[in-house]
């Protein structure tokens, strides 16, 4: 995050362009890490979405390695434009052999993957899901962090998570985000690292014309952490420390 210029990120196609900026940005957050009490740990958006999976296991294998050397937790985001941009590609990596028994950590945001699917993934509902259960089982066990917002078939935000009109995407947001926590807690994680990360325009959709967003930002944000508390508390309560 650039002073006067907002988010800058790495626009290279290329491999080593992407490993030779992840270590260069996490010199320079080490220093700011370091003097956090407790918790502290680096979100990553992680590759380019052209990688294929040689590519991405060789980046990630560079970034492990970089974190170990530094000392400071990585989280990898699942994200459009990314490694991790598609539920896909993202299982071909966590099964290839290099990065078996690595300590590889995701930032579980899925609602990119409903915008880059188009659709939400319903097992139950959708005979075209039915690899969503085995699949996701895969996925909490890497999982150490999770934006909690809730995407849509033709997005990644729903405009408010109150609204009933998105009930059935929120209900199985929800359940994917309880079963994540119970999976850190089963791990012995003392904390589950929690965001409601409802965005600003263009995330929050907005009129035509006036350009004037359909709901108030905070009163978003609020009401979805509402929501996580509640469900945090009655799905996992004091047992796994708090949100």
Same mark, same amino acid.
Not at 220 to 233: D, N, S
């Given at each position: 995050l650039?002073?006067?210029?907002?988010?800058?990120?790495?626009?290279?196609?290329?491999?080593e362009?992407?490993?030779?900026?992840?270590?260069?940005?996490?010199?320079?957050?080490?220093?700011?890490?370091?003097?956090v009490?407790?918790?502290?740990?680096?979100?990553?958006?992680?590759?380019?979405?052209?990688?294929?999976?040689e590519?991405?296991?060789?980046?990630?294998?560079?970034?492990?390695?970089?974190?170990?050397?530094?000392?400071?937790?990585?989280?990898h985001?699942?994200?459009?434009?990314? %490694?991790f941009?598609?539920?896909?590609?993202?299982?071909?990596?966590?099964k290839?052999?290099?990065? #078996? *028994?690595l300590?590889?950590? %995701?930032? &579980?945001?899925?609602?990119?993957? @409903? =915008?880059?699917?188009?659709?939400? $993934?319903?097992? =139950?509902q959708?005979?075209?899901?039915?690899?969503?259960? =085995? $699949?996701?089982?895969?996925l909490?066990?890497?999982?150490?962090? @999770?934006?909690?917002?809730? *995407?849509? &078939?033709? *997005?990644?935000? %729903?405009?408010?998570?109150?609204?009933?009109?998105?009930?059935?995407?929120?209900?199985?947001?929800?359940?994917?985000w309880?079963?994540?926590w119970? &999976?850190?807690?089963?791990?012995?994680?003392?904390?589950?690292w929690?965001?409601?990360?409802?965005?600003?325009?263009?995330?929050?959709? @907005?009129?035509?014309?006036?350009a004037?967003?359909?709901a108030?930002?905070?009163?978003?944000?609020? &009401?979805?952490?509402?929501?996580?508390?509640?469900?945090? #508390?009655?799905?996992?309560?004091?047992?796994? *420390?708090?949100p």
């Amino acid at each position: 995050l650039v002073e006067g210029k907002g988010y800058i990120y790495q626009g290279s196609s290329k491999l080593e362009d992407h490993k030779q900026s992840f270590s260069a940005l996490l010199d320079e957050v080490c220093p700011i890490i370091s003097r956090v009490k407790a918790g502290g740990f680096v979100n990553s958006h992680s590759g380019s979405d052209r990688f294929r999976t040689e590519e991405a296991v060789d980046f990630l294998e560079h970034a492990l390695k970089v974190e170990a050397e530094k000392k400071v937790k990585v989280t990898h985001e699942t994200h459009r434009q990314r %490694i991790f941009w598609n539920p896909f590609l993202t299982e071909d990596v966590l099964k290839h052999p290099k990065l #078996q *028994g690595l300590p590889l950590k %995701i930032n &579980a945001d899925l609602s990119h993957w @409903c =915008a880059a699917c188009e659709r939400v $993934f319903n097992p =139950a509902q959708e005979p075209r899901d039915d690899w969503w259960p =085995a $699949f996701f089982l895969l996925l909490s066990k890497h999982v150490e962090y @999770c934006h909690c917002r809730c *995407g849509w &078939a033709q *997005g990644p935000q %729903i405009p408010d998570p109150t609204a009933p009109e998105y009930g059935s995407e929120l209900a199985l947001h929800m359940g994917w985000w309880v079963d994540l926590w119970k &999976a850190q807690q089963a791990r012995g994680n003392v904390h589950c690292w929690i965001e409601p990360e409802y965005g600003p325009p263009p995330y929050l959709p @907005c009129l035509p014309h006036s350009a004037k967003p359909v709901a108030d930002l905070e009163t978003v944000v609020e &009401a979805a952490k509402r929501q996580l508390e509640e469900a945090y #508390q009655k799905e996992i309560g004091g047992g796994g *420390g708090g949100p």
